[in-house]
């Protein structure tokens, strides 16, 4: 983390007293360590918040959960299952755009369309950021070719807060927790104010044992229609 970093007034006010705790000093000198030893950090530093920033707190409708960074170079760019315009998509998020394509034909959907599509080569998720989807990792920093490599360094706790603050501050937010590493993260949030979906996660290892055809693309632009919210248009891909 440095001073080029950028994350939205919203966000700022509300963690400040995380940027001060213990673990978060600890983990900036965890960062300056790495780069004072030349190891390649992803995403670059205005990038590291770069979900909370794309996705004020007040204007947080879904909240979709992943681990940690794509570690391989031009990938991350600090939204999760995303990657940057012109990167090909990641085999999960490939799996993600099919879910989505055949859950959301139908016209009878919020949103679906029969002659809708995410059209061939797209991957880039800022706008569905921009909608009100934050597209968070639990852990907001890798090291260049070592996946999980910044695990238990203090970001779990950091984004434990943010889950938090949006179940406490927030209503009527559906939260898309694929796979048990995100169901565990997510069980502290309250059913009875939020919608909780959960599916086995979009990886090739994992999608046929029930990602696929769960759809939960429909079923969160129903619940977020049903009480007032503007649907997501999850075909919005760059």
């Not at 927030?170 to 919608?195: E, M, N, P």
């Not at 769960?214 to 049903?226: I, K």
């Given at each position: 983390m440095n001073d080029r970093v950028t994350l939205d007034p919203s966000w700022k006010q509300a963690l400040s007293d995380e940027f001060d705790a213990d673990y978060m000093v600890a983990l900036r000198q965890f960062?300056?360590?790495?780069?004072?030893?030349?190891?390649?950090?992803?995403?670059?530093?205005?990038?590291?918040?770069?979900?909370?920033?794309?996705?004020?707190?007040?204007?947080?409708?879904?909240?979709?959960?992943?681990?940690?960074?794509?570690?391989?170079?031009?990938?991350?760019?600090g939204l999760c299952f995303s990657v940057p315009p012109g990167i090909p998509a990641p085999p999960s998020l490939v799996n993600i755009f099919q879910e989505i394509n055949d859950d959301m034909a139908d016209d009878d959907v919020p949103g679906g369309g029969y002659d809708r599509g995410i059209p061939p080569g797209k991957a880039c998720l800022t706008s569905w950021a921009e909608q009100g989807v934050l597209l968070l990792n639990s852990v907001l920093t890798v090291t260049k070719g070592r996946a999980g490599s910044h695990q238990g360094k203090g970001w779990e706790t950091f984004t434990d807060r943010v889950v938090e603050l949006i179940n406490r501050e927030r209503d009527h937010v559906v939260f898309l927790l694929w796979g048990s590493y995100a169901q565990k993260k997510g069980a502290i949030v309250d059913r009875s104010r939020h919608c909780v979906l959960t599916a086995p996660h979009p990886s090739p290892l994992s999608a046929h044992r029930g990602f696929f055809g769960c759809r939960h693309f429909s079923a969160t632009n129903q619940y977020l229609v049903e009480h007032g919210v503007l649907p997501i248009n999850w075909f919005d891909v760059s």
């Amino acid at each position: 983390m440095n001073d080029r970093v950028t994350l939205d007034p919203s966000w700022k006010q509300a963690l400040s007293d995380e940027f001060d705790a213990d673990y978060m000093v600890a983990l900036r000198q965890f960062l300056v360590t790495e780069k004072r030893a030349r190891r390649e950090v992803y995403p670059a530093g205005p990038n590291i918040f770069a979900a909370l920033d794309s996705t004020p707190l007040d204007r947080v409708k879904v909240v979709i959960i992943g681990q940690d960074p794509y570690h391989g170079p031009g990938q991350a760019h600090g939204l999760c299952f995303s990657v940057p315009p012109g990167i090909p998509a990641p085999p999960s998020l490939v799996n993600i755009f099919q879910e989505i394509n055949d859950d959301m034909a139908d016209d009878d959907v919020p949103g679906g369309g029969y002659d809708r599509g995410i059209p061939p080569g797209k991957a880039c998720l800022t706008s569905w950021a921009e909608q009100g989807v934050l597209l968070l990792n639990s852990v907001l920093t890798v090291t260049k070719g070592r996946a999980g490599s910044h695990q238990g360094k203090g970001w779990e706790t950091f984004t434990d807060r943010v889950v938090e603050l949006i179940n406490r501050e927030r209503d009527h937010v559906v939260f898309l927790l694929w796979g048990s590493y995100a169901q565990k993260k997510g069980a502290i949030v309250d059913r009875s104010r939020h919608c909780v979906l959960t599916a086995p996660h979009p990886s090739p290892l994992s999608a046929h044992r029930g990602f696929f055809g769960c759809r939960h693309f429909s079923a969160t632009n129903q619940y977020l229609v049903e009480h007032g919210v503007l649907p997501i248009n999850w075909f919005d891909v760059s």
